[in-house]
């Protein structure tokens, strides 16, 4: 029986190695970066996120910071990031995919010790 058999594509991440990520940066270029034999198909991947589950994994070791509290993070245009194509922090990245602003269907799973 397969696990997971609804997602096409799972993007695993550990927050340790973001922490290196100083620039901004899309989501294209983050799967690319661990990812490359994606090249051109991303775009085809977009069209279905539903099918697609994201893993943050060690949220306690990121060295950004998400506030799920500051309201102003929905209404401040330097901290969304609605489209997969978009140059933004990483932690807007994050945040916009766990909100569903960003490819909204998909699914995310983060990962963190107490």
């Known amino acids: 029986k397969k696990i997971f058999h609804q997602f096409q594509f799972v993007f ?15 989501l294209r270029e983050l799967i690319l970066s661990q ?22 994994d060690g949220l306690d070791e990121f060295k950004g910071r998400i506030d799920f509290a500051d309201s102003r ?3 401040e ?13 990483l932690s807007d990245i994050v945040y916009s995919l766990i909100q569903h602003k960003l490819l909204p269907g998909c699914s995310v799973l983060v990962t963190t010790r107490p």
């Open 12 to 26: 695993s991440f550990k927050f340790r190695d973001l922490n290196t990520i100083k620039d901004r940066i899309n």
């Open 35 to 56: 990812c490359p034999y994606f090249g051109n198909t991303l775009g085809e991947v977009w069209k279905n996120p539903g099918g697609l589950l994201f893993i943050f």
């Open 73 to 75: 993070r929905d209404t």
């Open 77 to 89: 245009p330097q901290h969304q990031c609605p489209d997969p194509e978009w140059w933004c922090e």
